[in-house]
C-alpha cells in the first residue's frame, strides 16, 4: 500500500490524537480500528437498522480505508473521512437489498397468476419451484439478476432495459444469454423445470 506523498495521515491522526504515532500501515489501520469502530458501527446500525448488515458494512469500510490510505489527503477529520467510506457502502448494501426484495416480491407474485385453480399437489409443486428458481435467480450476480427480473418479470423489452440500466442492448442480449444459460443448469441441478 503506497502512503501519501507528505505524512498527512500522521499530521491528521496526531492532531486529533496527540499521544499517537504511527510506525506503519498495519498499525495505522489497527489504530484506525480501534478508534472508530465504534462510530462507524453506530452509524451504520442507524442507516440499515439491522445488526448483522452494521457490522458487514462496518468492516468493508476499513478494509476500504486500508486500501485507500493513500487517498487521504487531509481535507477532513479522518473520521469524517470514515464516515464517508462507510455511507457509500450502506448505499450499495441498499441497494442490494432492494433487489433482493423486488425480486422476492416479483416471485411471490408469480405464485398468484396462475389462471385455473390448482390441486393440493400442484400448488405444493408450484411452491417447490418457485423457490428453487428464487435460488437460482438469486444466485446470479447483479449485473444478470436484474435484466432476468426486468425481462421475464416485468415485460420490460431489450432496449427499455437498456436503457433502465445504462448499459447497451447487446450487453443485456449477452448478460440474458449467460443468466438463462445459468439458470437453466442450476434448475436441472435442482430437478427443477426450466421456466426461463
Request: aromatic fraction near 8%; hydrophobic fraction near 40%.
Amino acid at each position: 500500500m503506497s502512503l501519501p506523498p507528505q505524512p498527512i495521515f500522521d499530521a491528521a491522526l496526531s492532531t486529533e490524537y496527540p499521544t499517537l504515532e504511527r510506525t506503519s500501515d498495519a498499525l495505522a489501520i489497527e489504530t484506525l480500528v480501534h478508534l472508530f469502530y465504534a462510530d462507524v458501527y453506530r452509524l451504520s446500525i442507524s442507516i440499515l437498522n439491522d445488526n448483522h448488515e452494521a457490522e458487514d458494512v462496518t468492516q468493508e469500510t476499513f478494509i476500504a480505508a486500508a486500501t485507500g490510505l493513500d487517498r487521504f489527503r487531509g481535507d477532513s477529520k479522518i473520521k469524517t473521512w470514515l464516515f464517508g467510506i462507510a455511507i457509500n457502502v450502506c448505499r450499495s448494501r441498499i441497494r442490494k437489498l432492494r433487489s433482493r426484495q423486488m425480486l422476492q416480491s416479483a416471485l411471490e407474485s408469480l405464485h398468484f397468476l396462475r389462471p385455473r385453480q390448482q390441486t393440493p399437489e400442484e400448488a405444493a409443486e408450484r411452491t417447490e419451484t418457485r423457490n428453487q428458481l428464487q435460488k437460482a435467480i438469486q444466485a446470479l450476480d447483479e449485473k444478470h439478476r436484474l435484466p432476468v427480473i426486468l425481462h421475464y418479470i416485468h415485460d420490460l423489452t431489450v432496449p427499455e432495459i437498456a436503457a433502465t440500466l445504462g448499459v447497451k442492448p447487446g450487453t443485456v442480449y449477452s448478460r440474458l444469454h449467460y443468466a438463462r444459460k445459468k439458470l437453466h443448469a442450476l434448475l436441472m441441478q435442482a430437478n427443477a423445470p426450466p421456466y426461463l
